[in-house]
T-cell receptor
Framework: GQNIDQPTEMTATEGAIVQINCTYQ??????LFWYQQHAGEAPTFLSY??LDGLEEKGRFSSFLSRSKGYSYLLLKELQMKDSASYLC??????????WGAGTKLIIKP | IAGITQAPTSQILAAGRRMTLRCTQD?????MYWYRQDLGLGLRLIHY???????GKGEVPDGYSVSRANTDDFPLTLASAVPSQTSVYFC?????????????FGPGTRLTVL
């Protein structure tokens, strides 16, 4: 079966750094996506990795290791508006996205 | 540019009733998708369309049907609603279907079946 694992919930402090991990077991791999979803809203695209390594985009970075089936999303200089759920999704051999259940990130002042 | 719009925003429906959720995009994207999102579960693909005139089944297609008569519209129909179809439904689109293409989501429809 196909499986995406993420922690259910994490808590961090405003101004700090947090790393959200994602491990996956899928039938094939054609890229990994991270989305942000605020409560009651639609998911919005954050990052895409298809090759091993780190992709940096402002305060957000995403890392991929295909051999380990592992990715993480790194959020720096946390702001209260970063309180949201973060969704990891893998595109499988059929080019369909398989989604994790998401990690709810709570930011405390 | 509105992006993707969905209607209705929310709906309470009696079991056994027929319901169509509407989705329209103005980005001229070729591919469109319907997902459902339930608490504690990841988004699950119901149906998809890689281009106008074609549709395909996703992970959880039973009880749902779709059509893609043109590029912009992708309605989702529940022929006879059941309580297990209570969920938040998201429509999404991407420029093409394939490697690296990003999906963009509509605001969602919250459906309750009683």
């Amino acid at each position: 079966g196909q499986n995406i694992d993420q922690p259910t919930e994490m808590t961090a402090t405003e101004g700090a750094i947090v790393q959200i991990n994602c491990t996956y077991q899928t039938s094939g791999f054609n890229g990994l996506f991270w989305y942000q979803q605020h409560a009651g809203e639609a998911p919005t695209f954050l990052s895409y990795n298809v090759l091993d390594g780190l992709e940096e985009k402002g305060r957000f970075s995403s890392f991929l290791s295909r051999s380990k089936g592992y990715s993480y999303l790194l959020l720096k200089e946390l702001q209260m508006k970063d309180s949201a759920s973060y969704l990891c999704a893998v595109r499988d051999s059929n080019y369909q996205l398989i989604w994790g259940a998401g990690t709810k990130l709570i930011i405390k002042p | 540019i509105a992006g993707i719009t969905q209607a209705p925003t929310s709906q309470i429906l009696a079991a056994g009733r027929r319901m169509t959720l509407r989705c329209t995009q103005d980005m001229r994207h070729n591919a469109m998708y319907w997902y459902r999102q339930d608490l504690g579960l990841g988004l699950r693909l119901i149906h998809y369309s890689n281009t106008a005139g074609t549709t395909g089944k996703g992970e959880v297609p039973d009880g749902y049907s779709v059509s893609r008569a043109n590029t912009d519209d992708f309605p989702l129909t529940l022929a006879s609603a059941v309580p297990s179809q209570t969920s938040v439904y998201f429509c999404a689109s991407s420029e093409v279907a394939g490697e690296g293409d990003t999906q963009y989501f509509g605001p969602g429809t919250r459906l309750t079946v009683l």
